[in-house]
């Protein structure tokens, strides 16, 4: 069974905060959370802000900021994969082009 992830009151307040300008489900996957969570987290804060989130835990921002990272990467590879296969195309068809002009000379 996996360690249980914990985190701080600072960081619990941070994700509250970006669910204002952005979409629960970009939070989620920028911080790799669950949205069962951030959404028990909401709730927790709108009950009680003075007394939500007492407990101590670790800041887990950093490994969210390497997921995403490693997402981007991994995004930036297939997009340089597609243009290479696109320029070799058109390489391809201009080389036919000028096969076909030579031919008609």
């Not at 950093?62 to 995403?68: G, Q």
């Not at 995004?75 to 076909?100: F, V």
Request: charged content about 40%; proline content about 1%.
């Amino acid at each position: 069974m996996g360690k249980r992830r914990t985190f701080t009151k600072e960081f619990k307040l941070d994700i509250l905060r970006e669910l204002e300008s952005k979409s629960a489900a970009e939070v989620c996957r920028q911080h790799g959370l669950h949205a069962v969570l951030i959404n028990r987290w909401k709730k927790e804060y709108e009950s009680s802000p003075k007394e939500a989130f007492s407990g101590r835990g670790n800041t887990w921002k950093e490994d969210a900021k390497i997921v995403h990272y490693e997402r981007l990467v991994g995004q930036l590879y297939a997009e340089i994969d597609l243009l290479k296969k696109t320029l070799a195309k058109q390489q391809e068809l201009r080389a036919e082009e000028k096969r076909n002009k030579r031919g008609m000379q």
